[in-house]
């Protein structure tokens, strides 16, 4: 176990040093331009896919392979453990752009502080009823808690490395260094991001382009993971009450805090909406850590677990929840791009 959390550990560190170094820069927001119809002059409409989607993609794909690697090795199926992620993708992926409309009044942006706190609200009630329906049907059982505590940790992964995504649009950015106090000032001035780029979000919606900002996607990102590998630890140790509190207490509670650290439109009012939805979500993970008792579970091991979801339907499963978060999230409808087509003569 120790070699696997070690190894994690490193991988995940080289990705997000990676995007620390280079997504603020302006060619890592647009990752291709599709041309979609041609004008008159003879130049085409592109639709722009996003190196946002491609990195919440890559969040999502690998959330979900450590949700199923988790609860396999408490001895859940895969069959069960893919019907619970689907269902709370379905529930909670719409509800990332749903609520940002409600919130924030804007119809072509996602909040995953949204999508979390409705996931957090509903995964009780979903995993209850899979196990009295589905569950008496196929004979399988999901344990609550366990569950629970493979969901925070699958979904404090997510978020830690999708934090990049934000970085690589622009968006969820903190405030300018000049404003803080000069011990933080002189701390974050070396290690704040500068955005380039006049089509990311920092730059259209508050004109901070070349400004150096606090750097709360990379706090948040290094935060999450670390998070997650340490809760992966308690986990696996079948501390799972223990290993859900500490996930939940620690993602949520730096979500309502570090909303005093962001620059970005948060809706209206003193204290954001998000603020309150990171509050109650400690809250309430607290209430079902006290509430939900812990089930004896099967000790498969972590190794067995991996190796089960080396099977094709598995594997297609995975591509699939890649494919169609990339498309949904990817598809830039803030952005256009403008392509014009010619030949090299030289090489005819």
């Known amino acids: 176990m120790s070699l696997l959390l070690g190894s994690l550990t490193v991988v995940c560190g080289i990705y997000l040093w990676w995007g620390f170094t280079v997504l603020p820069g302006e060619r890592w927001q647009i990752l291709a331009a599709v041309p979609a119809g041609k004008d008159p002059e003879g130049s085409w409409h592109g639709i722009n896919f996003t190196w946002y ?25 895969p069959v069960a453990v893919a019907l619970l992620a689907t269902v ?16 924030e ?43 629970c505590a493979a969901i925070a940790i699958a979904y404090a992964f ?38 380039q780029g006049s089509t990311k979000k ?57 909303e005093t650290l962001r620059a970005d439109y948060r809706g209206a009012g003193r204290v954001s909406a998000y603020r309150i939805m990171g509050l109650i979500g400690v809250l309430y993970a607290v209430g079902l850590s006290l509430f939900i008792a812990p089930e004896l579970t099967a000790h498969v091991g972590l190794a067995t677990a991996l190796g089960s979801l080396w099977r094709p339907e598995l594997i297609l499963f995975l591509q699939a929840v ?21 030949l090299h003569t030289d090489r005819i």
């Open 202 to 258: 920092i730059a259209y919606a508050d004109n901070m382009e070349g400004i150096r900002v606090i750097p709360v996607q990379a706090l948040t990102a290094v935060l999450y993971t670390a998070c997650g590998l340490f809760c992966t630890a308690l986990f696996l140790d079948s501390r799972h009450t223990t290993a859900f509190l500490v996930a939940s207490v620690v993602t949520q509670g730096w979500r309502a805090f570090s």
């Open 53 to 77: 989607g491609l990195l919440t993609a890559n969040a999502y794909l690998v959330a979900v392979a450590v949700l199923l690697a988790l609860m396999g090795a408490v001895g859940v199926t």
């Open 158 to 195: 997510g978020e830690g490395l999708g934090r990049l995504a934000c970085i690589s649009f622009g968006c969820c950015y903190g405030k300018p260094v000049a404003t803080l106090p000069g011990s933080l000032a002189g701390w974050f001035g070396r290690y704040g991001f500068v955005f």
């Open 105 to 147: 009044k804007k119809n072509h942006t996602f909040t995953v502080g949204g999508a979390v706190f409705v996931g957090i609200l509903i995964m009780p009630l979903v995993i209850s009823l899979l196990n009295r329906s589905i569950g008496v049907l196929f004979s399988f059982h999901i344990p609550m808690m366990a569950a």
């Open 322 to 342: 890649w494919v169609a978060i990339f498309i949904y999230t990817g598809r830039s409808t803030v952005t256009g791009a403008t392509i014009r087509l010619h």
């Open 88 to 103: 709370m993708l379905l529930c909670c992926v719409p509800a990332s752009r749903l609520v940002a409309q409600i919130v």
